[in-house]
């Protein structure tokens, strides 16, 4: 089963980099990983998707290691509306259903 | 990115009463969205698969004649809450399948709808 792990909680401050890793040792061969963003009462939106070595965008960069069993988002510079769940996500191979795991409830201070 | 709709935002019904909920995708076609339930404090939880043009698979757990669920094209889901008793209040997010280019699907989620049964 494509089961993912991540950290339940984080804390962080104001304008430093943020880095939240999952492990997803089931990972498929052809699958991506892809992580997704929560505010309360909302659908997740997408943030970034990557299979391996390092995505960036426009709001995070994502970390790949060689044997894709982990992958680290960064969100560079966090600000207040940051504070959200993040959760990383892989395919159940075969089928296309995402299987979500507790996600990482981020909280950003001030 | 994509965008998936999903109407309505919010219901409140009596119990006993069916409630409708749909998703669209808006500039993409879909042969697969995924209906979510989530209660508070906790993660999505899948409930189905709806295919287009067949019938829809269930998770365990999930009685399919109490959710229906109806895919009638590449843009349209609905989920059907039959006889809603107040344990089916929760808030139900759909999720269309992009299918890209390649192996790089994408799933795209809709806002949810918030149901509260009386």
């Known amino acids: 089963l494509a089961k993912t792990t991540q950290p339940i909680s984080m804390d962080s401050y104001e304008g430093q980099e943020v880095n939240i890793t999952c492990s997803h040792n089931n990972i498929a061969t052809n699958d991506y990983i892809t992580w997704y963003q929560q505010f309360p009462s909302q659908g997740p939106r997408f943030i970034i998707q990557?299979?391996?070595t390092k995505v960036t965008n426009e709001v995070a960069s994502l970390f790949i290691p060689a044997d894709r069993k982990s992958s680290t988002l960064s969100l560079p510079r966090v600000s207040l509306s940051d504070t959200a769940v993040y959760y990383c996500l892989v395919e159940i191979p075969g089928t296309y259903k995402y299987i979500f795991g507790t996600g990482t409830r981020l909280k950003v201070l001030a | 990115g994509a965008v998936v709709s999903q109407h309505p935002s919010w219901v409140i019904c009596k119990s006993g009463t069916s409630v409708k909920i749909e998703c669209r995708s808006l500039?993409?076609?879909?042969?697969?969205m995924f209906w979510y339930r989530q209660f508070p404090k906790q993660s999505l939880m899948l409930m189905a698969t709806?295919?287009?043009?067949?019938?829809?698979?269930?998770e365990q757990g999930v009685e399919k004649d109490k959710f229906l669920i109806n895919h009638a094209s590449l843009t349209l889901s609905t989920l059907t809450v039959t006889s809603a008793h107040p344990e089916d209040s929760s808030f139900y997010i759909c999720?269309?399948?992009?299918?890209?280019?390649?192996?790089?699907?994408?799933?795209?989620f809709g806002p949810g709808t918030r149901l509260l049964v009386l």
């Open positions: 999720s269309a399948r992009d299918p890209g280019q390649g192996r790089q699907e994408t799933q795209y």
């Open positions: 990557g299979y391996k």
């Open positions: 709806s295919n287009e043009g067949s019938k829809a698979t269930y």
């Open positions: 500039d993409f076609q879909a042969t697969t």
